[in-house]
């Protein structure tokens, strides 16, 4: 009885389910030629966020002009950064429940070798034209303390001396001949 007298009062008082806030939202969509506003989660937000920032920097093979004269570098010039090392780990601190077990890495520190620094003969690339391949690969590792921490139901903590080993390659192309690229 209660529910039908409320559905009676709200339909007589005016308001409707497409009004107020949505319908403002709608509307201001269609004037801005965009969606409604649509929430989040910032866990998605992250890993979107994430994405994009792996392919702006680490998942484009770059083409380089040729750089002539007997001073020209032919060995490689850019070590991986820390970010794309720590990136190329295995991500085993993702996942945690909070309280019941969370893992992070303290005292951070890495090394970078080079392994191998090779230059192709020149050759024919699509889309790319006459090239050298130039293989530029880094032995990195990285040396932390993982800790492991739970508070429920038995509190806990223990760290561990652990290391890792990530292999990263900085192949490119250069252009063997022909006018400077775009």
């Given at each position: 009885m209660c529910v039908l007298l409320a559905g009676l009062a709200v339909s007589n008082s005016g308001c409707t389910l497409y009004g107020g806030f949505i319908n403002t939202a709608f509307v201001l969509a269609r004037f801005w030629e965009t969606t409604p506003i649509i929430p989040v989660n910032p866990y998605w937000s992250?890993?979107?966020?994430?994405?994009?920032?792996?392919?702006?920097?680490?998942d484009k093979v770059p083409v380089l002009d040729p750089v002539e004269g007997e001073n020209?570098?032919?060995?490689?010039l850019d070590p991986p950064s820390p970010d794309e090392v720590m990136r190329a780990l295995p991500d085993n601190t993702a996942g945690g429940v909070w309280f019941l077990s969370e893992t992070c890495r303290n005292n951070v520190?890495?090394?970078?070798?080079?392994?191998?620094?090779?230059?192709?003969?020149?050759?024919?690339?699509?889309?790319?034209?006459?090239?050298?391949?130039?293989?530029?690969?880094?032995?990195?590792?990285?040396?932390?303390d993982e800790t492991i921490r739970s508070t429920w139901p038995i509190p806990f903590t223990h760290t561990d001396a652990t290391e890792e080993v990530v292999y990263i390659d900085h192949d490119h192309l250069i252009r063997c001949a022909g006018p400077a690229s775009e």
């Open positions: 992250q890993k979107i966020e994430d994405k994009y920032w792996d392919e702006e920097r680490y020209a570098p032919i060995f490689c520190r890495m090394t970078v070798e080079p392994i191998v620094d090779r230059l192709d003969d020149c050759r024919f690339y699509p889309m790319v034209g006459p090239a050298r391949l130039h293989h530029c690969h880094y032995k990195c590792t990285v040396y932390y």
